[in-house]
Nanobody, 125 residues
Framework: VQLQASGGGLVQAGGSLRLSCAASGGTFSNNVMGWFRQAQGKEREFVAAIRWSSYTYYADSAKGRFTISRDNAKKTVYLQMNTLKPEDTAVYYC????????????????????WGQGTLVTVSS
């Protein structure tokens, strides 16, 4: 499975961006899709995930501002980011993996077998 992330860019604080992650190759079913981000000098952290059932999970920093969704027919997952803050500045990565048996696993990077190349989001103050 290959993942292609897009939609990053430069935005002012309070603005919005929508990231997309398109999958190709392999089988796109019974999977979990997630977004992680990595700011300069920091570890990669969980942002949001959506299971095959469309059940969603969010990091506390994303709740109320970000919305993850998926279009299985297009093999694409989206991350709508609103009310962006400077601390949201990071490279955002999408990942795909087998739908885990526990909810806790969706926030763990090793759950995701495949990763996109990352897209840079810069939020200016």
């Amino acid at each position: 499975v290959q993942l292609q992330a897009s939609g990053g860019g430069l935005v002012q604080a309070g603005g919005s961006l929508r990231l997309s992650c398109a999958a190709s190759g392999g089988t796109f079913s019974n999977n979990v899709m997630g977004w992680f981000r990595q700011a300069q000098g920091k570890e990669r952290e969980f942002v949001a995930a959506i299971r095959w059932s469309s059940y969603t999970y969010y990091a506390d920093s994303a709740k109320g501002r970000f919305t993850i969704s998926r279009d299985n027919a297009k093999k694409t997952v989206y991350l709508q980011m609103n009310t962006l803050k400077p601390e949201d500045t990071a490279v955002y990565y999408c990942g795909a993996g087998r739908d885990p048996t526990t909810a806790q696993a969706v926030g763990v990077a090793r759950t995701y077998e495949f990763w996109g190349q990352g897209t840079l989001v810069t939020v200016s103050s």
